[in-house]
Every structure is written in structure tokens, then in C-alpha cells.
């Protein structure tokens, strides 16, 4: 709750998040470029893929961290519409591109692999596929919605709103390759028996996806950041001209 109570006053989280934005922002970009360069350079070539399935040290991470960055949105919806925290709306807003930016990332890596993997670029009929490409729509719809609402106040609950609604696709993501029509493998990095990847293949993969969370973390923060400086702009420049028109 202490936590809570600092992040929930916005001259409480500008005082505090400066640091941890740009912390987090470089120490994400150190680890990304250690993480992608023990997996091109150090780790061993996938015996069946050869040096192709190199590209999955950037394609799987992003994967996770896009549904992790909507994850948090939901979170945020959830305790603005619960709660009505004064930062939750912005947080949310704040990850949205960040975690759509992700989302196309592990789209277009994805595609990349899946070409000589595969043999096609992309399959409508894969459940993952089309599952990933319903989360960058509504990761698309949920920054539009901001855009459109003529009130801040309206455009945070329609957005939360959605964003909860679209939570739902979450386990539709994560079970597809289990339950549904895919060309995607089955969990080999959180595999067991014989799926289960090995260290070399291992050490690259969380290094990246640990720097693709941090730099998540970091540029959230500076986003929100900007938001609230926007705000403070806005409630000045009014706050002038009502002086001025008195």
C-alpha cells in the first residue's frame, strides 16, 4: 500500500520515476545487446533449423513481453475502473504503444521465421498467428479510442473498458499451440522431457526477454511521464487564458 500511495500522487511519481525511467531504459538496451549477440554469435545453431532459428532470440521475447505489456494494461484498467487510481489510466495508456510496437515486432520476426520454416510467410488458419494479430488490432483500437473521445475522462473508461473486454484473447494466445489449429511448436523453453531446451539456447533467450522487460519498465515510465508534463502544460496555458479573459 505504500507503494501505492506514492504512484497514486503524480508530483509524488515525477519526483521519484526519473531515475528509474532512465535505469531501467539503459540497463534494457545493455542486456538486449548482450542477449542478441550471445544468440547470433555464442549459441549453438538449432539442429534442426540450423542458423535460421537464430532469429527467434528476438521473435519469442517479443511475444512475451507483448502479452505481458497487455497483461499490465489490464492490471491498470482493472484498478482505474475498481479503484479509480489517478496514474492507472496513464500507465495504461503510457504501455499501449510500447506493447504494440512489440506485438508487430514478434509479428514480422515471426513471418521472417515462418518463410523457409513453414513455407509461407503467414497462414490465416493458424490460430496463434491470427490470435497475435487480434491482439496488435486491439493494442491499435485502444490508442484510438483515446484519439477519439472529445474528454480525457471519457476516452479512460471507454478505453478500459475495452482493454478488459479484450483480455479475454490472453489465454487464447497462450493455449493456441496446445488446443488449436497452428503450425507453431509446442512450449520448448518452459518445456519438459525431451522439448525442453538447454542451457546454451536458454541463457540468450532470458537475457533478451529480461532487457525487452526492462526497456518495457523504462519507457513506460518516460512515457508517463511525458503525459503528466502534457497535463500540467494543458491546466496552464488554460489557466492563462482564463486570466486573461478575466
Not at 22 to 36: D, E
Not at 55 to 71: E, G, K, N, R, T
Not at 204 to 209: I, L, N, S
Request: net charge positive; aromatic share 14%.
Amino acid at each position: 500500500m505504500a507503494v501505492m500511495s506514492i504512484f497514486a500522487n503524480p508530483h509524488r511519481f515525477m519526483a521519484v520515476s526519473k531515475w528509474f525511467a532512465w535505469g531501467f531504459s539503459g540497463l534494457g538496451a545493455a542486456l538486449i545487446l548482450f542477449g542478441v549477440y550471445q544468440g547470433l554469435f555464442i549459441a549453438p545453431a538449432d539442429y534442426q533449423q540450423g542458423d535460421a532459428a537464430r532469429i527467434m532470440y528476438i521473435h519469442v521475447p517479443s511475444m512475451w513481453l507483448s502479452m505481458f505489456a497487455y497483461a499490465f494494461m489490464v492490471g491498470a484498467s482493472f484498478v482505474s475502473i475498481v479503484w479509480k487510481h489517478a496514474l492507472a489510466d496513464v500507465a495504461a495508456k503510457s504501455a499501449a504503444p510500447i506493447g504494440a510496437a512489440f506485438t508487430a515486432l514478434g509479428l514480422i520476426t515471426g513471418s521472417i521465421w515462418g518463410q523457409p520454416m513453414w513455407g509461407t510467410w503467414w497462414e490465416w488458419g493458424d490460430a496463434r498467428l491470427v490470435s497475435v494479430l487480434i491482439l496488435f488490432f486491439v493494442f491499435l483500437a485502444y490508442m484510438a479510442i483515446w484519439q477519439a473521445m472529445d474528454t480525457p475522462q471519457k476516452a479512460a473508461r471507454a478505453a478500459a473498458i475495452l482493454c478488459l473486454v479484450g483480455a479475454i484473447n490472453l489465454p487464447v494466445i497462450h493455449f493456441s499451440v496446445d488446443f488449436l489449429n497452428t503450425l507453431h511448436q509446442k512450449a520448448t523453453f518452459f518445456a519438459g522431457g525431451e522439448e525442453k531446451a538447454t542451457i546454451g539456447f536458454k541463457a540468450p533467450m532470458y537475457t533478451v526477454a529480461l532487457g525487452y522487460l526492462a526497456l518495457f519498465g523504462g519507457l513506460t515510465l518516460l512515457n508517463m511521464r511525458a503525459e503528466i508534463m502534457l497535463t500540467r502544460a494543458e491546466m496552464l496555458a488554460q489557466r492563462k487564458q482564463a486570466q486573461a479573459a478575466g
